[in-house]
């Protein structure tokens, strides 16, 4: 997806909350600001967000002298999420469809997205849960979803965000655990996942994991290391997690089902759905929840 001039507003509010998360110092908050500016004014409009807010969060690294300025964030995400799992499991084994089930709070667990929200209340994690319950997906999109992963023999699976990965583990089980290799970042970025948050969810005791080499907050191929895009290239169907995956990969010709939540204005006028709807979106563009 490129990047729409309603972005730039995002990127301003974006660099804003995460500077002011860390430090009140505003002579950081200046640099940062003008850093960001500069990248503004000299980006490409073709490139993705995930690449312009790759570049920005490294200069906020770099100025706190902080690797990982999230880490407590994303721990604490992942503890609610773990807390919430064995019942959500629970829940899942006495489903009539537990494969739906699965996906449905798989979908939910987007919800936990700092480069979106400054501050996720766990009311609202368990909000979007009891929605992904109640609300009507088209048993078609389902079906055609899960045909697609039974039809496949090399699955890859794109993580996104840290507390989301344990949602994601709920579907993970659904799932040939043969099949499939899940994809972490290379780095830390944000409140995305890395290695260290797929052993605290568990993810590799269930499947393989993988990191990309990359810290952008989706997948660009190009900042990827060769033995992700090898593993990319040969696979015969994509789950892609989360609105950076979408973001980056939207124009890329492979069998990808982009699974995430549209929580913005231009992501979601260039789905064509509603801000808030649950998508399950292939290459046929096809989405299974507005609300």
């Not at 974006?14 to 503004?40: G, I, W």
């Not at 009891?130 to 078609?140: C, F, K, L």
């Amino acid at each position: 997806m490129k990047i729409y001039f309603d972005c730039l507003q995002c990127f301003v509010r974006q660099t804003l909350d995460a500077v002011r998360l860390f430090t009140a110092d505003e002579k950081v908050h200046e640099k940062v600001l003008r850093y960001m500016f500069n990248e503004v004014g000299n980006m490409d409009f073709y490139q993705s967000p995930p690449e312009i807010a790759q570049r920005i969060h490294r200069t906020i690294r770099e100025l706190l002298n902080d690797n990982d300025p999230y880490r407590s964030i994303k721990d604490s995400s992942n503890r609610m999420a773990m807390n919430l799992f064995p019942e959500l499991e629970k829940r899942i084994e006495q489903s009539n469809n537990p494969f739906e089930l699965a996906l449905r709070y798989a979908i939910a667990g987007n919800i936990i997205d700092f480069g979106v929200h400054s501050r996720i209340e766990e009311s609202l994690v368990h909000e979007t849960l009891y929605r992904a319950e109640q609300d009507y997906i088209s048993p078609e999109s389902i079906e055609d979803f899960k045909h697609a992963v039974d039809k496949a023999d090399n699955i890859v699976y794109l993580g996104d965000n840290c507390g989301e990965i344990v949602f994601d583990r709920l579907l993970l089980e659904q799932l040939p655990h043969g099949k499939i290799t899940y994809v972490v970042r290379g780095k830390p970025i944000i409140n995305d996942v890395t290695m260290a948050d797929a052993r605290f969810a568990g993810i590799t005791e269930l499947v393989k994991v993988i990191d990309n080499g990359s810290d952008a907050p989706g997948t660009v191929p190009e900042d990827c290391s060769p033995e992700f895009i090898d593993l990319f290239n040969n696979a015969d169907l994509i789950i892609a997690k989360g609105q950076g995956n979408y973001e980056s990969l939207s124009t890329v010709d492979k069998n990808i089902y982009f699974v995430f939540m549209a929580k913005c204005k231009v992501v979601a006028q260039d789905i064509g759905c509603e801000v808030g709807s649950f998508v399950l979106k292939s290459n046929s563009f096809e989405i299974i929840k507005s609300t």
